[in-house]
């Protein structure tokens, strides 16, 4: 343990500064050790043998030749897994390496170590695996019908959702039928880590992840060992956005080390990357919504089939959220909406920012927009009118009894004057570089779009977060497994800390499964509410432990005593200690920290399944070349419910980089599966923003009303801005082109060829 | 605030240790003559001009390396010249220098289509004589090179010869480049007249060209030349539809041709496309948007010729 | 298989790189032989930008350089650009302005905006974007990127 970075500061942090990333010194200066970066003098390269076909009966695997390579010291199979053959979040359905079947393309079929990547590659093209092909399944609305691909069945999940008065119907319909294509949540730093062999039998996994202790017991699971033994340390995270929080090459790297009892390191590479983790859902939506002529929406009904691919990883409660949240941030008084997600031989699918809704939020917001048109009414006035407050009901039949600022979101966003100009220099024109467009050539467009989604883990889910905090000689010095994605939490706990204890210096522990509870996952933009909620308790025991035992030696009312600025004073006066002073005695507290609890959903989709809701609104404004199918996203303008904010910088870098993937999904991203094959897996035909295709992103609003049972009432901010941005932006298309537009991401020929010829 | 981060020891000793292989002669050339021997010595070597095409395959693991000749610092090949009408360029001139304004005044749609080759670092190290020996359909400077009538002009140890790029490129990523071959620069005339280079991907920048068009005024000679891109395995010259557009141009006084001859220009120059369907972009696509392209910077360039 | 022995001057030191891959990138080479593994290995395709160093005083991607090339040249890494006397403008300002997340395309990022910087030391907004449209984020957003240059521009600017 090594590179300790210090970052010195003038005056201690507080909540709602602009604090500067702990890690950003290193990280700027290129020393921050990244997994990809992990070294140790006798370590091996592992690697992986992919099953190149997306469903195959393996006939035999024969290793031999590959035993041979020189520099060799491991090559192990499906036979080789020590104990659970299979792992996953929430089925353990994905085989640890394929035994007799592979069912997506780039299924792990062996693994081998070696000395050097050049002998990894030649012992990897050296395995011989007879595989008979067989016919994929790749149509997901095929996938109910058809035989089982996986003994646990085609149907991952299925919410049948209905709530209220099912005979209602609405004088004013509209319909439609929208589709998503596969994003990738293509992080910058591939999949990498390395294991080391313990003296006890045991092994220390460094890795890259999102959830340390839920990978700590499915490893240890699959190992055949006892999770005491299974130490897993956070390696710096090259950015996560939901792919990290299933098992990639967690046991294979344990189980190489293990087997050849030396430290092996793996890293993919982008290839093997979007083979390697989960995607987010495609999914396949039909809508009918039903209105008065008043533009109140009186019943919404809906079909959902969501593309799980080949595992189930956490596809059940994507469906939740995309069933839950189908209809939008709005009064919906009745409901029936199916929900399914099914198992293809497509990739397989999962986690990626925003959870189920941002495929459900382009549809309803597409309707939306279709029922505004209906009913000759505008837009933004109808999502006002049927806005969601505190007290209404959720399709679930939950009653939103925390904070839901959504007419203000609304109204801040849409009432925000635009600073967009028309662009002059080709560069900044649909084409951009490639100089296509004119300005005669362009029509501008412009919509509005809103979205919302729950924050924290739902449905019954025992969420916890456990930290703990350490004061001595006037450190703080605090202990969690939250995992650094990116985000910035290593900055809220050090505000936190400092907030609470006023302590100037915080020591933030590594985050590893040694010596700590879980703190759960980094997704569902739960981080700053449960672990930050787990820090800001521990602290504030170990201040009431200190301002006690202050108390009592100086004979003072505790309650007359604050912490501040490092010392200890009394308000009365006459007393004032220096907190290095007082803290000579160690004080320490531990928490687990829990929010509300939940309830599972019942067989109708109904119940309070969820504990809070953030929401959000984006404008954008876009310039298309009708003709050419270009589009430049020229602004998006946003509104954000944030319940406080915590750290402004912060804040707004969440709010601008999850509106950049909103527009990745909106304009270009999308792994193209054919036959169940990638045809793009790689960063030159997968597609992600520039800086040349990326817009400016102006905060309208930070709508800062406190969450009661949240941290200093703060909502989690990460999610909601990859939510109505990417329907925003669609909108902004079709009013640009008067084009329907179904479907995202929206590609020229979309544009050009509207009726399918091409 | 301390930090605390896990990290890896570095031990360089320790990391250079290890691996026992022979040695694998990389040529790095520092004249053309030392280049063409090393070339004639093992006609099989990896030939590395800027090295951004072939290092992504060598990545990958889809091209082995042996023997190396590295071509990135020879002053013969570095380099370009005006003689008369006629620009000569070294084959290792990067495309950062064509971006140069000297260059682009002399070739302004070679600049243009420079500029959206790759990104800055790209454009830093993929040269022209790169792009052209990998020969892909979509390389961003083919079509003005086609358009241009481009000289290549070739070397080995024994001879020196002179391919137009239009022969040079016989198929996808197929060249005439013969075993121990190089190119050693391009030469094009520098026209009198405007000149457009357009190019369709879905991306802003640094993306792949979908469909691109070169289009050059040809004023003393009285010719529009037309270019096209990710349309055709080859080079490809409209000519079909350079026949037609300039026969129809009032070169004397400039006044604008009527709407249906560059209608007619454009649906020719589409018709000259022979694209294919792939995951970036579809046939009918590709034609469709050399169309769009043909008739805007055939409408840009009469725009300029009548301005001017 | 391996090349012959060559010298890279990295950062202004001299290293023998011995028994290199044939097909070995400078990145690699800077990564796992040099003990210098800021440039970071995203794509290996140079379309991220990730592994930007300097040759010469050129932006370029380091995976696509072959590094037996690469001898006699100058090569800068981000490990080069804070010197002893402390971060440079660029690294101070990302620090600052809230560019940095998860930090993997931020040393990449830092080579080829100190590069522009050099060229052009008040670029406009667009300059920004062309100069790092081959570097990307997939966390910001690029939006304090931009505040991050022209932070850097203006103290560059104070303190010259």
């Given at each position: 343990m090594t590179d300790l970075a210090t970052s010195k500061r003038t005056a201690a942090p507080r909540i709602g500064e602009d604090t500067p990333r702990p890690d950003g010194v290193p990280k700027v200066a290129g020393t921050f050790a990244f997994s990809s970066d992990l070294h140790h003098d006798r370590m091996l390269w592992g690697g992986t043998l992919r099953s190149p076909h997306p469903s195959a009966r393996i006939r035999s695997v024969d290793i031999s030749a590959a035993v041979a390579v020189t520099g060799v010291h491991a090559v192990l199979t499906n036979e080789d897994?020590?104990?659970?053959?299979?792992?996953?979040?929430?089925?353990?359905?994905?085989?640890?390496?394929?035994?007799?079947?592979?069912?997506?393309?780039?299924?792990?079929?062996?693994?081998?170590?070696?000395?050097?990547?050049?002998?990894?590659?030649?012992?990897?093209?050296?395995?011989?695996v007879d595989y008979e092909p067989l016919d994929p399944l790749v149509d997901p609305d095929l996938a109910e019908r058809a035989d089982p691909i996986h003994p646990d069945g085609n149907l991952v999940r299925r919410i049948n959702l209905i709530h209220g008065d099912q005979d209602v119907s609405g004088e004013v319909q509209v319909e439609g039928t929208y589709e998503v294509g596969m994003q990738d949540q293509a992080f910058l730093g591939p999949e990498s880590g390395m294991a080391v062999p313990a003296e006890d039998g045991g092994i220390d996994l460094y890795v890259a992840t999102q959830w340390l202790h839920s990978d700590r017991d499915q490893v240890a699971d699959c190992l055949g060992l006892d999770p005491a033994r299974v130490r897993l340390t956070l390696s710096g995270v090259g950015g996560a956005f939901g792919a990290r929080e299933d098992l990639s090459l967690h046991v294979h790297l344990c189980m190489l080390a293990l087997h050849t009892r030396r430290p092996v390191k793996m890293v993919y590479s982008r290839e093997e990357s979007f083979h390697g983790h989960v995607h987010r859902h495609p999914a396949r939506m039909w809508f009918r919504h039903h209105a008065d002529r008043d533009g109140t929406i009186v019943r919404v009904e809906s079909r959902l089939v969501l593309d799980g691919g080949a595992y189930a990883s956490s596809s059940g409660a994507v469906i939740a959220n995309a069933t839950c949240f189908a209809a939008g941030p709005y009064r919906v008084p009745s409901a029936h909406i199916d929900g399914a997600v099914v198992r293809t031989n497509n990739p397989p699918c999962g986690a990626m920012r925003g959870f189920g809704a941002v495929q459900t939020c382009y549809a309803h917001e597409a309707q939306m927009d279709r029922l505004a048109d209906a009913l000759g009414m505008d837009p933004v006035e109808l999502r006002l009118h049927n806005a969601l407050a505190p007290g209404d009901e959720l399709l679930t039949g939950q009653t939103i009894t925390g904070t839901a600022p959504v007419a203000e979101v609304i109204r801040t966003c849409a009432d925000h004057p635009s600073g967009a100009s028309m662009a002059v220099d080709p560069m900044e024109l649909p084409g951009g570089a490639g100089r296509t467009a004119d300005p005669e050539h362009v029509v501008r467009g412009e919509a509005f779009a809103l979205g919302f989604k729950n924050l924290l883990f739902s449905e019954g889910f025992d969420d916890f977060s456990e930290a703990?905090?350490?004061?001595?000689?006037?450190?703080?010095?605090?202990?969690?497994?939250?995992?650094?994605?990116?985000?910035?939490?290593?900055?809220?706990?050090?505000?936190?800390?400092?907030e609470v204890l006023g302590v100037d210096d915080v020591v933030l522990l590594p985050a590893s499964t040694d010596g700590i509870g879980s703190a759960g996952s980094t997704s569902a933009s739960r981080q700053t509410w449960m672990s930050g909620g787990a820090i800001q308790e521990a602290c504030g025991q170990v201040r009431v432990q200190l301002l006690e035992r202050l108390a009592a030696e100086h004979g003072v009312d505790a309650d007359d005593l604050v912490v501040a600025d490092g010392r200890v004073v009394s308000m009365a006066g006459g007393l004032e200690i220096d907190l290095v002073e007082a803290t000579a005695e160690p004080i320490e507290a531990s928490v687990v920290f829990r929010h509300a609890p939940t309830l599972p959903l019942d067989e109708n989709g109904q119940g309070d399944a969820h504990v809070s809701f953030a929401f959000s609104a984006h404008?954008?404004?876009?310039?298309?070349?009708?003709?050419?199918?270009?589009?430049?996203?020229?602004?998006l303008t946003t509104s954000q419910d944030v319940g406080r904010v915590l750290n402004p910088l912060q804040t707004i870098g969440q709010l601008e980089g999850g509106a950049a993937q909103g527009v990745g999904l909106a304009v270009m991203e999308e792994v193209l599966v054919e036959g169940g094959r990638i045809r793009n897996a790689s960063f030159t035909d997968y597609l992600v923003p520039t800086a040349l295709d990326m817009p400016p992103v102006e905060i309208a609003a930070l709508i800062e009303q406190a969450e009661p049972g949240a941290p200093f009432g703060a909502k989690g901010i990460g999610e909601p801005p990859s939510i109505s941005s990417t329907a925003a932006v669609a909108a902004a298309i079709r009013n640009a082109t008067g084009l329907d537009l179904p479907r995202v991401p929206v590609r020229p020929t979309d544009i050009v060829f509207p009726e399918g010829a091409a | 605030m301390t930090y605390s981060h896990v990290s890896p020891t570095y031990d360089?000793?320790?990391?250079?240790?290890?691996?026992?292989?022979?040695?694998?002669?990389?040529?790095?050339?520092?004249?053309?003559?030392?280049?063409?021997?090393?070339?004639?010595?093992?006609?099989?070597?990896?030939?590395?001009?800027?090295?951004?095409?072939?290092?992504?395959?060598?990545?990958?693991?889809?091209?082995?390396?042996?023997?190396?000749?590295?071509?990135?610092?020879?002053?013969?090949?570095?380099?370009?010249?005006?003689?008369?009408?006629?620009?000569?360029?070294?084959?290792?001139?990067?495309?950062?220098?064509?971006?140069?304004?000297?260059?682009?005044?002399?070739?302004?749609?070679?600049?243009?289509?420079?500029?959206?080759?790759?990104?800055?670092?790209?454009?830093?190290?993929?040269?022209?004589?790169?792009?052209?020996?990998?020969?892909?359909?979509?390389?961003?400077?083919?079509?003005?090179?086609?358009?241009?009538?481009?000289?290549?002009?070739?070397?080995?140890?024994?001879?020196?010869?002179?391919?137009?790029?239009?022969?040079?490129?016989?198929?996808?990523?197929?060249t005439c480049l013969m075993p121990g071959e190089l190119i050693e620069a391009v030469r094009v005339p520098v026209l009198d007249g405007p000149q457009e280079f357009c190019k369709v991907g879905p991306r802003n920048a640094m993306v792949i060209s979908v469909a691109s068009l070169a289009l050059l005024v040809d004023r003393s000679a009285r010719r529009i030349r037309v270019g096209l891109g990710s349309v055709s395995p080859m080079p490809l010259r409209a000519t079909q539809a350079e026949d037609h557009v300039s026969g129809h141009l009032d070169w004397d006084n400039g006044v604008p041709p009527r709407l249906e001859v560059v209608r007619e220009f454009a649906e020719l120059v589409a018709s000259s496309a022979s694209p294919i369907d792939d995951h970036r972009g579809s046939a009918a696509y590709r034609r469709h948007a050399v169309r769009v392209l043909a008739q805007r910077s055939l409408t840009r360039v009469l725009n300029r010729v009548s301005s001017s | 298989m391996s090349t012959d022995p060559f010298v890279l001057e990295v950062n202004g030191q001299s290293h023998e790189v011995a028994d290199a891959h044939p097909g070995e990138s400078l990145l690699r080479v800077l990564r796992e032989r040099l003990g210098l593994p800021g440039s970071k290995n995203a794509c290996e395709e140079g379309e991220c930008g990730s592994c930007t160093v300097l040759v010469d005083g050129q932006t370029v991607c380091s995976c696509l350089v072959l590094a037996s090339t690469a001898a006699g040249r100058q090569i800068t890494t981000i490990e080069g650009i804070s010197g002893d006397d402390g971060l440079s403008h660029v690294q101070e300002a990302f620090v600052d302005a809230g560019a940095v997340q998860c930090g993997f395309c931020t040393p990449g990022l830092i080579v080829s905006i100190g590069s522009l910087l050099e060229s052009d030391p008040d670029p406009s907004d667009l300059a920004v974007r062309e100069a790092i449209s081959g570097n990307l984020c997939r966390c910001t957003g690029y939006g304090r990127v931009l505040e991050a240059v022209h932070l850097a521009a203006t103290r560059r600017g104070g303190s010259t």
């Amino acid at each position: 343990m090594t590179d300790l970075a210090t970052s010195k500061r003038t005056a201690a942090p507080r909540i709602g500064e602009d604090t500067p990333r702990p890690d950003g010194v290193p990280k700027v200066a290129g020393t921050f050790a990244f997994s990809s970066d992990l070294h140790h003098d006798r370590m091996l390269w592992g690697g992986t043998l992919r099953s190149p076909h997306p469903s195959a009966r393996i006939r035999s695997v024969d290793i031999s030749a590959a035993v041979a390579v020189t520099g060799v010291h491991a090559v192990l199979t499906n036979e080789d897994v020590p104990g659970s053959l299979t792992y996953g979040l929430e089925h353990r359905d994905q085989p640890v390496l394929a035994a007799d079947v592979v069912r997506y393309e780039g299924e792990p079929v062996a693994i081998v170590a070696a000395d050097n990547p050049e002998a990894l590659r030649m012992a990897i093209d050296a395995i011989a695996v007879d595989y008979e092909p067989l016919d994929p399944l790749v149509d997901p609305d095929l996938a109910e019908r058809a035989d089982p691909i996986h003994p646990d069945g085609n149907l991952v999940r299925r919410i049948n959702l209905i709530h209220g008065d099912q005979d209602v119907s609405g004088e004013v319909q509209v319909e439609g039928t929208y589709e998503v294509g596969m994003q990738d949540q293509a992080f910058l730093g591939p999949e990498s880590g390395m294991a080391v062999p313990a003296e006890d039998g045991g092994i220390d996994l460094y890795v890259a992840t999102q959830w340390l202790h839920s990978d700590r017991d499915q490893v240890a699971d699959c190992l055949g060992l006892d999770p005491a033994r299974v130490r897993l340390t956070l390696s710096g995270v090259g950015g996560a956005f939901g792919a990290r929080e299933d098992l990639s090459l967690h046991v294979h790297l344990c189980m190489l080390a293990l087997h050849t009892r030396r430290p092996v390191k793996m890293v993919y590479s982008r290839e093997e990357s979007f083979h390697g983790h989960v995607h987010r859902h495609p999914a396949r939506m039909w809508f009918r919504h039903h209105a008065d002529r008043d533009g109140t929406i009186v019943r919404v009904e809906s079909r959902l089939v969501l593309d799980g691919g080949a595992y189930a990883s956490s596809s059940g409660a994507v469906i939740a959220n995309a069933t839950c949240f189908a209809a939008g941030p709005y009064r919906v008084p009745s409901a029936h909406i199916d929900g399914a997600v099914v198992r293809t031989n497509n990739p397989p699918c999962g986690a990626m920012r925003g959870f189920g809704a941002v495929q459900t939020c382009y549809a309803h917001e597409a309707q939306m927009d279709r029922l505004a048109d209906a009913l000759g009414m505008d837009p933004v006035e109808l999502r006002l009118h049927n806005a969601l407050a505190p007290g209404d009901e959720l399709l679930t039949g939950q009653t939103i009894t925390g904070t839901a600022p959504v007419a203000e979101v609304i109204r801040t966003c849409a009432d925000h004057p635009s600073g967009a100009s028309m662009a002059v220099d080709p560069m900044e024109l649909p084409g951009g570089a490639g100089r296509t467009a004119d300005p005669e050539h362009v029509v501008r467009g412009e919509a509005f779009a809103l979205g919302f989604k729950n924050l924290l883990f739902s449905e019954g889910f025992d969420d916890f977060s456990e930290a703990s905090c350490h004061l001595a000689d006037g450190v703080a010095t605090i202990t969690s497994a939250c995992a650094e994605v990116g985000q910035g939490f290593v900055t809220l706990a050090q505000q936190i800390t400092c907030e609470v204890l006023g302590v100037d210096d915080v020591v933030l522990l590594p985050a590893s499964t040694d010596g700590i509870g879980s703190a759960g996952s980094t997704s569902a933009s739960r981080q700053t509410w449960m672990s930050g909620g787990a820090i800001q308790e521990a602290c504030g025991q170990v201040r009431v432990q200190l301002l006690e035992r202050l108390a009592a030696e100086h004979g003072v009312d505790a309650d007359d005593l604050v912490v501040a600025d490092g010392r200890v004073v009394s308000m009365a006066g006459g007393l004032e200690i220096d907190l290095v002073e007082a803290t000579a005695e160690p004080i320490e507290a531990s928490v687990v920290f829990r929010h509300a609890p939940t309830l599972p959903l019942d067989e109708n989709g109904q119940g309070d399944a969820h504990v809070s809701f953030a929401f959000s609104a984006h404008r954008a404004i876009v310039d298309v070349d009708v003709e050419l199918g270009l589009v430049k996203v020229v602004e998006l303008t946003t509104s954000q419910d944030v319940g406080r904010v915590l750290n402004p910088l912060q804040t707004i870098g969440q709010l601008e980089g999850g509106a950049a993937q909103g527009v990745g999904l909106a304009v270009m991203e999308e792994v193209l599966v054919e036959g169940g094959r990638i045809r793009n897996a790689s960063f030159t035909d997968y597609l992600v923003p520039t800086a040349l295709d990326m817009p400016p992103v102006e905060i309208a609003a930070l709508i800062e009303q406190a969450e009661p049972g949240a941290p200093f009432g703060a909502k989690g901010i990460g999610e909601p801005p990859s939510i109505s941005s990417t329907a925003a932006v669609a909108a902004a298309i079709r009013n640009a082109t008067g084009l329907d537009l179904p479907r995202v991401p929206v590609r020229p020929t979309d544009i050009v060829f509207p009726e399918g010829a091409a | 605030m301390t930090y605390s981060h896990v990290s890896p020891t570095y031990d360089v000793d320790k990391m250079l240790n290890g691996r026992q292989h022979g040695g694998v002669p990389v040529t790095i050339a520092t004249s053309l003559e030392d280049a063409c021997a090393a070339l004639a010595a093992e006609p099989g070597s990896l030939v590395l001009a800027g090295g951004t095409d072939l290092m992504v395959e060598v990545n990958r693991g889809s091209r082995s390396v042996e023997d190396v000749v590295a071509l990135n610092r020879i002053p013969e090949l570095a380099g370009w010249h005006l003689t008369g009408d006629e620009l000569r360029l070294g084959a290792g001139v990067t495309f950062a220098e064509i971006c140069d304004p000297e260059i682009a005044a002399l070739v302004p749609a070679l600049a243009q289509a420079a500029r959206t080759v790759g990104s800055p670092q790209i454009r830093n190290a993929a040269t022209i004589g790169g792009n052209i020996a990998t020969a892909s359909p979509a390389g961003d400077s083919i079509p003005v090179l086609a358009a241009l009538d481009a000289v290549l002009e070739l070397r080995s140890a024994e001879a020196s010869r002179e391919v137009p790029v239009t022969e040079f490129i016989t198929g996808v990523k197929a060249t005439c480049l013969m075993p121990g071959e190089l190119i050693e620069a391009v030469r094009v005339p520098v026209l009198d007249g405007p000149q457009e280079f357009c190019k369709v991907g879905p991306r802003n920048a640094m993306v792949i060209s979908v469909a691109s068009l070169a289009l050059l005024v040809d004023r003393s000679a009285r010719r529009i030349r037309v270019g096209l891109g990710s349309v055709s395995p080859m080079p490809l010259r409209a000519t079909q539809a350079e026949d037609h557009v300039s026969g129809h141009l009032d070169w004397d006084n400039g006044v604008p041709p009527r709407l249906e001859v560059v209608r007619e220009f454009a649906e020719l120059v589409a018709s000259s496309a022979s694209p294919i369907d792939d995951h970036r972009g579809s046939a009918a696509y590709r034609r469709h948007a050399v169309r769009v392209l043909a008739q805007r910077s055939l409408t840009r360039v009469l725009n300029r010729v009548s301005s001017s | 298989m391996s090349t012959d022995p060559f010298v890279l001057e990295v950062n202004g030191q001299s290293h023998e790189v011995a028994d290199a891959h044939p097909g070995e990138s400078l990145l690699r080479v800077l990564r796992e032989r040099l003990g210098l593994p800021g440039s970071k290995n995203a794509c290996e395709e140079g379309e991220c930008g990730s592994c930007t160093v300097l040759v010469d005083g050129q932006t370029v991607c380091s995976c696509l350089v072959l590094a037996s090339t690469a001898a006699g040249r100058q090569i800068t890494t981000i490990e080069g650009i804070s010197g002893d006397d402390g971060l440079s403008h660029v690294q101070e300002a990302f620090v600052d302005a809230g560019a940095v997340q998860c930090g993997f395309c931020t040393p990449g990022l830092i080579v080829s905006i100190g590069s522009l910087l050099e060229s052009d030391p008040d670029p406009s907004d667009l300059a920004v974007r062309e100069a790092i449209s081959g570097n990307l984020c997939r966390c910001t957003g690029y939006g304090r990127v931009l505040e991050a240059v022209h932070l850097a521009a203006t103290r560059r600017g104070g303190s010259t």
